[in-house]
C-alpha cells in the first residue's frame, strides 16, 4: 500500500499537526530524525498478514496489510502539573480516526480499519503513541509471475488429437498404445 495519500489526509483533516506529518520506515529513526515541531505524527509501514492460498487452477490469496500512524506529543507539565498529554491521545485519535477510518484511498483494496494502539515511549518532553490500521486486499492472478508468462504465450493456433480407441475385445481392458485416429483443429 502507499502511504502518501495517508500521509496527505492526515495533513489535510488533523488540523492540531499544523501539516506536520512525515513518513519514516520505522519508528527507531523518528526519534533522531523526525525533529518536526511537536505535534507530530509520523506514518510508517507494519506488518503483512496471508491468508492460505484459496485456488487450485489459478490465485487468490487475501493480504491483510498494516501501517501506523505514530504520533508525538508535548509531555511537559501543564499549569496545575500534570501531565496532560494521556487526554491529548484520546483527541487525537479522535482525528486520526475521522481522517482515515472507513476511507478507501486504493481502488483495489477494502476500507481502511482500526487494529489498535499502544504507548510507544514517554519522556518528560515527549509522549510516542501509535495507532495500528490495516486494509484488505485480494491477491489474484493478475499480481502474479504466472499471469505475466501466461499473457507472453503466443495464441493457441492448432490443436492436434491422437485417438488410442479402447478395445476390450483384444486383451486387457484400456488403450494398447496404437493410435487408431488423428486430427487438427485450426484456429483463425
Known sequence: MKLTPIVAALRVRCLRFENRVGGAAQFKAIPDAGKLRLPAAYVVPAEDATGEQKARTDYWQDLTEGFSVIVVLSNERDEKGQWAS?????????????????????????????????????N?????????????????????????DLNALDDLKTLSIDVDFIN?????????????????????
Open 168 to 188: 476390450p475385445g483384444d486383451g486387457p481392458d484400456g488403450p494398447d498404445g496404437r493410435i487408431e485416429h488423428h486430427t487438427e483443429l485450426t484456429f483463425p
Open 86 to 122: 494521556f487526554d491529548a491521545v484520546h483527541d487525537v485519535r479522535a482525528e486520526v480516526w475521522k481522517a482515515l477510518l472507513g476511507w478507501e484511498p486504493d481502488p483495489d483494496a477494502h476500507e481502511i480499519v482500526y487494529a489498535g494502539g499502544m504507548l510507544l515511549d514517554m
Open 124 to 148: 518528560r518532553f515527549e509522549l510516542y503513541y501509535q495507532f495500528d490500521f490495516t486494509v484488505k486486499y485480494e491477491i489474484t492472478e493478475e499480481d502474479t509471475r504466472q499471469q505475466n
